[in-house]
């Protein structure tokens, strides 16, 4: 049983940072791709960033520059630290796994390829 557990949301002023966690068990987590995705209200889920098993990082163009994704292998984590943030940066943020390949590029449908979801933590931008 393959359990995401993500943690480390909450709300910021424009500018500021926030650094997200996400426990991963019950499958081989070193061999897979873990990404962060993101869904606001009334708009389609969307890629962040992603990390594969050599720590090979991926980033969303929105997010270049702000976004650093991480993974410590030894204790199953990922983590993904936003600084910079801005009102857009709202919404629920989701931790998710692929058994192979990260994505190099984020598309519309590169969510529905991640069979292993968490159960998302609310980030909100605001001041």
């Known amino acids: 049983h393959v359990q995401l557990v993500e943690s480390g949301g909450g709300s910021v002023q424009p500018g500021g940072s926030l650094r997200l966690s996400c426990d991963a068990s019950?499958?081989?987590?070193?061999?897979?791709?873990m990404g962060w995705f993101r869904q606001a209200p009334g708009k389609e889920r969307e890629g962040v960033a992603a990390i594969d098993s050599d720590g090979i990082a991926s980033y969303a163009d929105s997010v270049k520059g702000r976004f650093t994704v991480s993974r410590d292998n030894a204790n199953n984590t990922v983590n993904l630290m936003m600084n910079s943030l801005k009102p857009e940066d709202t919404a629920m943020y989701y931790c998710?796994?692929?058994?192979?390949?990260?994505?190099?590029?984020?598309?519309?449908?590169?969510?529905?390829?991640?069979?292993?979801w968490g159960q998302g933590t609310q980030v909100t931008v605001s001041s």
């Open positions: 019950g499958y081989t987590y070193s061999s897979n791709c």
């Open positions: 998710a796994a692929h058994p192979r390949v990260c994505p190099k590029v984020f598309t519309p449908s590169t969510h529905g390829r991640f069979p292993y």
